[in-house]
T-cell receptor, first 111, second 114 residues
Framework: KQEVTQIPAALSVPEGENLVLNCSFTDSAIYNLQWFRQDPGKGLTSLLLIQSSQREQTSGRLNASLDKSSGRSTLYIAASQPGDSATYLCAVETSGSRLTFGEGTQLTVNP | DTAVSQTPKYLVTQMGNDKSIKCEQNLGHDTMYWYKQDSKKFLKIMFSYNNKELIINETVPNRFSPKSPDKAHLNLHINSLELGDSAVYFC?????????????FGPGTRLTVT
């Protein structure tokens, strides 16, 4: 059974810092990995999707990497801003169009 | 706007009642999902439908019954509501088979059972 773990559970940083969020998964037989953002009381917004054959994806100040063999992914946020404050969720797709989510990292960027 | 929409956004009801949550997507996707996010914010899949057919059915009490009248709609009906059903329920849809599974989520329905 696939399990996804995210570390740290919570992170507080001053504005302008670069930061890394970590995601690990137990079964490396994945099709892809997706990073989401969830704002309080809101739904999930897809940030980046990395296919299993890819090593990384970039969008603006966000860069996500994937090391499928070791079961790890990182989300790098450059020059963090208060507007980046949210919960970041990692999810992996396994067989049967199934997404398994981690518990998320709650990020606070302080002005 | 193209999106996944859910109604209602908030639902407060008493134990034992029956309630429904509606979901619609206008993205042309074939697959739709229901997720439950509990008080610890853990998001877990409940059901998935592809072209109106059930393809994922996790260990969910049979008080929960999804219904897909067409591939743009996936409604969730809950019978005999219990306190433990209180959670946020998210609907999602995903891109067609053969493409990377990128899921798009609705805004959620916060269900409170008293």
């Amino acid at each position: 059974k696939q399990e996804v773990t995210q570390i740290p559970a919570a992170l507080s940083v001053p504005e302008g810092e670069n930061l890394v969020l970590n995601c690990s998964f137990t079964d490396s037989a994945i099709y892809n990995l997706q990073w989401f953002r969830q704002d309080p009381g809101k739904g999930l917004t897809s940030l980046l999707l990395i296919q299993s054959s890819q090593r990384e994806q970039t969008s603006g100040r966000l860069n996500a990497s994937l090391d499928k063999s070791s079961g790890r992914s990182t989300l790098y946020i450059a020059a963090s801003q208060p507007g980046d404050s949210a919960t970041y969720l990692c999810a992996v797709e396994t067989s049967g169009s199934r997404l398994t989510f981690g518990e998320g990292t709650q990020l606070t960027v302080n002005p | 706007d193209t999106a996944v929409s859910q109604t209602p956004k908030y639902l407060v009801t008493q134990m034992g009642n029956d309630k429904s949550i509606k979901c619609e997507q206008n993205l042309g996707h074939d697959t739709m999902y229901w997720y439950k996010q509990d008080s610890k914010k853990f998001l877990k899949i409940m059901f998935s439908y592809n072209n109106k057919e059930l393809i994922i059915n996790e260990t969910v009490p049979n008080r929960f019954s999804p219904k897909s009248p067409d591939k743009a709609h996936l409604n969730l009906h809950i019978n005999s509501l219990e306190l433990g059903d209180s959670a946020v329920y998210f609907c999602a849809s995903s891109s067609p088979s053969g493409e990377p599974l990128e899921q798009y989520f609705g805004p959620g329905t916060r269900l409170t059972v008293t």
